[in-house]
């Protein structure tokens, strides 16, 4: 971990193809989540583009437990070898507001039925006002850990 980046990796019984092929469904995320606060898709579309705004439904323990929505905007799609979005908020898709931390995963082929998976979370963009107001990283690496772990389970049930 630097100061503004966490990172951990694994490697997963299931082709780059197989598991880029979970990450991008968004339908999938509530299940590779590792913190449990991801829920459902909101608009269930595949993602295939850098730009793309895909939606999903959110819950946190934070104040009594709070419902929201995050608009993540793809910034990597390079299949099978890199995914990434921005998280954001608001209503219309040409004008989110982004909070300046990214999630990006990273892709290695070991062979043709494994891969060596990076989960790296980067908030090096978040200005000063949003760390007055949110410690980051906002959970421990036991997250990623799990997320990851999650994601092998899903790719290797695909394999």
């Given at each position: 971990m630097?100061?503004?980046?966490m ?11 197989t598991?880029?092929a979970v990450l991008a469904?968004?339908t999938?995320h509530?299940?590779i ?7 459902e898709?909101?608009d269930?579309?595949?993602?295939t ?5 895909f939606r999903?439904a ?7 437990g ?11 799609f ?8 921005l998280?954001?908020?608001?209503t219309?898709?040409?004008h989110?507001?982004f909070?300046g ?5 990273d892709l290695?082929p070991l062979s043709?039925?494994?891969?060596q ?6 908030w090096?963009?978040?200005p000063?006002?949003?760390r007055g107001q ?12 799990n997320?990851?772990k999650?994601?092998a389970g899903?790719a290797?049930?695909?394999?």
């Amino acid at each position: 971990m630097t100061d503004d980046t966490m990172s951990t990796a694994c490697t997963v019984n299931a082709s780059a193809e197989t598991v880029f092929a979970v990450l991008a469904d968004p339908t999938t995320h509530q299940a590779i989540d590792g913190t449990g606060w991801v829920r459902e898709s909101l608009d269930g579309k595949q993602l295939t583009a850098v730009g793309q705004v895909f939606r999903m439904a959110m819950y946190h323990d934070n104040f009594g437990g709070m419902h929201y929505e995050m608009a993540n905007r793809v910034e990597v799609f390079e299949p099978p070898h890199a995914i990434a979005w921005l998280p954001g908020q608001g209503t219309d898709n040409a004008h989110l507001d982004f909070g300046g931390w990214v999630w990006r995963y990273d892709l290695t082929p070991l062979s043709d039925d494994q891969t060596q998976v990076t989960l790296t979370y980067d908030w090096s963009a978040v200005p000063a006002t949003t760390r007055g107001q949110i410690e980051f990283p906002p959970f421990d690496r036991q997250h990623l850990d799990n997320s990851l772990k999650h994601l092998a389970g899903l790719a290797q049930g695909r394999a």
